[in-house]
């Protein structure tokens, strides 16, 4: 089964998926499912809850697998509790893990509240996407329980991806354009009354008028 500690009396803990499956210990409350064929939802009580529940859809492990494809995936809740209470790894988390044709175990993910769904590519060679999701840790009952479901696409890149969150694009600087200064019109001159003298500023107004008008239209000035 293997060994990782020192010590023989520490950390007091369970097996992983795979090696308890092979144990046969927890059969009564394991179920094999092929994702292909049929969903799954229900919950997963911890190793060391073993003998404390008694619901159909209350299971330990969850094997998926399908006939003919040696490659299987085992879900398990890593409850720290009884038998798992010094547990070192993935505490209180969902663990999937993967075993091949030469029983050598992968641990492919801890799903808890920040990564709550893993998403297996192309499931026992058939192209399809099977989707494990975490949906709850029951926390407030004396047995925790992880509330799950397991689903296949039925085809590849089916599931929905989350969107990227939008950026914000850098906007230019504003420049300031140059702008002429107020020319009065012709209107504005002959309303004045005769014996107003236009201003300095005004009189540099009308030739400049005069004289953009008399290159446009040589003709108009007589």
């Known amino acids: 089964m293997g060994h990782v500690y020192n ?19 927890y059969n009564s409350k394991s179920d094999t499912i092929n994702p292909l064929q049929r969903s ?11 003998d404390k529940v008694s619901t159909s859809n209350s299971k ?7 006939p003919g494809i040696s490659k299987k995936y085992y879900i398990l809740f890593n409850r720290k509790t009884g038998a798992n209470s010094e547990t070192q790894r993935g505490i209180n988390k969902v663990m999937v893990t993967s075993q091949g044709e030469d029983g ?6 801890e799903l808890g509240p920040k990564n709550p769904e893993f998403v297996i590519q192309d499931f026992a ?24 479901t397991i689903s296949s696409s039925g085809k590849r890149n089916s599931f929905p991806v989350p969107a990227p969150s939008p950026t914000r694009s850098p906007t230019p600087r504003p420049t300031r354009s140059p702008t002429r200064s107020p020319k009065a019109s012709r ?12 201003s300095m500023d005004e009189t540099s107004s009308i030739d400049e008028t005069s004289s953009i008008d008399s290159s446009t239209n040589p003709q108009s000035i007589s």
């Open 187 to 198: 209107d504005d001159v002959s309303t004045r009354s005769s014996g107003d003298a236009p």
């Open 104 to 109: 050598l175990s992968d641990q492919l993910t």
């Open 40 to 50: 799954w939802a229900g919950n997963l009580v911890g190793i060391g809850d073993y």
């Open 125 to 148: 060679n058939s192209g399809n996407l099977v989707a494990i999701t975490l949906n709850n840790i029951d926390k407030e009952s004396s047995v925790w329980s992880a509330d799950i």
């Open 7 to 25: 010590r023989n009396d520490f950390p007091k803990m369970c097996y992983n998926a795979p090696k308890s499956w092979q144990l046969g210990w």
């Open 60 to 66: 330990v492990i969850l094997e998926l697998a399908v």
